[in-house]
């Protein structure tokens, strides 16, 4: 899946439009328009803005061979919170999600 393809995929899962999105990049709907068709490459600080943006990876952005679904709806929707944290909630939340993670292995696993 190409870089354009991605983009264009993310942006129809958010239901945004060209225009919407746009809007949020602070660019031309041109410009959306051509990186989706693969006709013009963003730049390397819009790309870690959209990739901040959707809560993916730019690793996963700008890798020819990556799937499309790597990350789940619901991954990417706690990654976006995630990062809207200040580091003292996100420390919190990792601890919490630790505790949770060997609760859940302490009964799951058999005796």
Known sequence: MSLGEKLRSLRLKTKKTLY?????????????????????????????????????????????????????????KLLGMFRKLSDNNRYKVLGYMEHMCVEEYRFDSPQ
């Open 20 to 76: 919407e999105q746009s809007l949020i990049l602070g660019v031309s709907m041109n410009s959306v328009y051509r990186w989706e068709h693969n006709l013009a490459i963003p730049r390397k600080a819009m790309l870690r803005t959209m990739a901040d943006y959707y809560a993916v990876p730019l690793d996963w952005l700008l890798s020819e061979s990556a799937s499309a679904s790597l990350v789940s709806d619901n991954e990417q």
